[in-house]
């Protein structure tokens, strides 16, 4: 049997409570210095665990934000280790002419460069400040991490033109040797 403080004892003896009420109360007291009732959170916890909430969900997107960034960075790295070590050295003087958005720029090649452009075998990628010329294979890495990267590909660019009719209608008139553009 628990131990009863005077007033309690007081009370029962005076017939103001009755035993159940008194020990009613003595486990909500001991409830309360254990910690065992939950307490309802004030105004004041709910308001910090919000802010918390909303610092948390700022910085998983700030750092979604960073690891994007740090792929970016990532993959531009690798488009530039590809084009260093595979681009072809650019040699001649025909002017090969290719648009480039909305401008038209071209780069100095000899006749075999030209007619491996011509069939889709080099590709013209944006490199830095100027213009590379790359193998198919490499090009195909440069384009699976950014194809905004290839400026002109002889191959895709065909692919989806789809005029094959026209092509056939147009074998049939000879174009002049001294024709290049």
Same mark, same amino acid.
């Given at each position: 049997?628990?131990?009863?403080?005077? #007033?309690?004892?007081?009370?029962?003896?005076?017939? #103001?409570?009755?035993?159940?009420?008194?020990?009613?109360?003595?486990?909500?007291?001991? &409830?309360?210095?254990?910690?065992?009732?939950?307490?309802?959170?004030?105004? =004041?916890?709910? !308001?910090?665990?919000? #802010?918390?909430?909303? &610092?948390?969900?700022?910085?998983?997107?700030?750092?979604?934000? /960073?690891?994007?960034?740090? /792929?970016?960075?990532?993959?531009?790295?690798?488009? @530039?280790?590809?084009?260093?070590? @595979?681009?072809?050295?650019?040699?001649?003087?025909?002017?090969?002419?290719?648009? *480039?958005?909305?401008?038209?720029? *071209?780069?100095?090649?000899? =006749?075999?460069?030209?007619?491996?452009?011509?069939?889709?075998?080099?590709?013209?990628?944006? @490199?830095? $400040?100027?213009? =590379?010329?790359?193998?198919?294979?490499?090009?195909? &890495?440069?384009?699976?991490? !950014?194809?905004?990267?290839?400026?002109? !590909?002889?191959? /895709?660019?065909?692919?989806?033109?789809?005029? *094959?009719? *026209? $092509?056939?209608?147009?074998?049939?008139?000879?174009?002049? !040797?001294?024709?290049?553009?």
């Amino acid at each position: 049997m628990p131990t009863r403080n005077p #007033l309690q004892e007081q009370l029962l003896k005076a017939g #103001l409570v009755k035993k159940n009420q008194v020990a009613q109360v003595a486990r909500e007291q001991a &409830k309360k210095h254990q910690g065992k009732g939950p307490a309802a959170p004030t105004a =004041e916890q709910l !308001d910090v665990q919000r #802010l918390q909430a909303e &610092k948390a969900e700022r910085d998983r997107a700030i750092a979604a934000e /960073r690891n994007a960034q740090a /792929r970016a960075n990532e993959l531009r790295a690798q488009i @530039h280790q590809i084009v260093e070590a @595979h681009k072809v050295k650019r040699a001649g003087e025909i002017a090969y002419r290719f648009a *480039d958005g909305d401008k038209i720029k *071209d780069v100095l090649v000899n =006749e075999p460069l030209r007619a491996q452009l011509s069939t889709g075998t080099l590709v013209i990628v944006r @490199h830095g $400040d100027g213009y =590379e010329l790359l193998p198919r294979p490499a090009a195909d &890495k440069v384009a699976e991490r !950014d194809a905004s990267m290839i400026v002109l !590909d002889h191959r /895709r660019s065909d692919a989806g033109s789809g005029n *094959d009719a *026209d $092509d056939e209608y147009y074998k049939q008139f000879e174009v002049p !040797d001294d024709l290049i553009w």
